[in-house]
């Protein structure tokens, strides 16, 4: 496996799940991160400063790691139209599923729901069809 770290990657599940076990627990909130945007512009002013801090710590905490480390980010190797199509039928199965990733992978199967469990198996069997057909069969 290429670039496979067992050790920083459990550290980051953990954290990820520690934050969301706070954010359910201390306002009973989902950490689904379509949620939390998509609300961001409806929701109160009471609401909107959680929701705006946990956006900003998405943005800020690799950033913050880039500037600690001095790593490169990420190369994102396809072109724009692609990465823009990619992202609109991502949006389009959040709404779609009734959530995204985080809320039913992260926070749906940790609270024991069965929408979440169908949800992120839907994710994980087309996640894998994706890459086989694009590695496999149109050979990216």
């Known amino acids: 496996m290429e670039n496979f770290t067992p050790i920083p990657a459990t550290l980051g599940g953990l954290l990820i799940g520690v934050a969301s076990a706070i954010l359910i627990l201390g306002i009973g909130r989902v950490a689904g991160i ?5 609300q961001l512009l409806k929701s109160e002013a009471k609401d909107r400063g ?6 900003a ?7 913050l790691w880039l500037m600690m ?3 490169t ?8 139209p692609l ?13 779609l599923g ?6 039913h992978g992260v926070c749906g199967l940790g609270r024991l729901s069965a929408r979440s469990l169908v949800a992120t198996l839907t994710f994980m069997a087309v996640a ?4 086989y057909i694009m590695r496999h069969v149109v050979g990216g």
């Open 50 to 55: 959680w929701r705006l801090a946990f956006l």
């Open 34 to 38: 379509s949620g939390v945007l998509g």
């Open 98 to 103: 009734g959530g995204c990733t985080s809320g």
């Open 73 to 80: 980010a990420p190369a994102i190797n396809a072109p724009l």
């Open 83 to 95: 990465l823009i199509v990619g992202g609109l039928l991502v949006g389009f199965g959040t709404r």
């Open 57 to 63: 710590g998405l943005i800020g905490a690799p950033a």
């Open 128 to 131: 894998a069809l994706t890459v």
């Open 69 to 71: 480390n001095g790593d």
